[in-house]
């Protein structure tokens, strides 16, 4: 429900041996840099303003990760499936490029 037909149409014939997690980001900054130009987004503060709604999807995204990571171990028996407090890395290393990313 969050995409168009056309837009998902367009995702699935875009070939990429990567993950395409990313598209949709290239997708929303291209179309709010043309909405800007076009005189959709009135000015260069609201256009921030938007991007800075992007940034806080993102932190929450990646605090949301961090606790829905956790890894615990059945087999341990922990009484009241308390978190694991180990580091998720991969985690990490996705919200280090999508912040850099945002920052770019």
Known sequence: ????????RRLEALRSP???????????GALAGRARQEGRIG??????????????AVYTF??????????LDPSQG???HELDLGVPVFTLLQFFFYVGWLKV
């Not at 429900?1 to 998902?8: A, I, P, Q, W």
């Open 78 to 80: 922990y009484p009241g």
């Open 1 to 8: 429900g969050f995409l168009t037909r056309e837009e998902r």
């Open 18 to 28: 990567y993950n395409k997690f990313w598209v949709p980001c290239v997708w929303f």
């Open 62 to 71: 990646f605090l949301t990760c961090l606790v829905g990571r956790q890894f």
């Open 43 to 56: 000015d260069d503060c609201a256009l921030k303003l938007l991007m800075e709604v992007v940034t806080i």
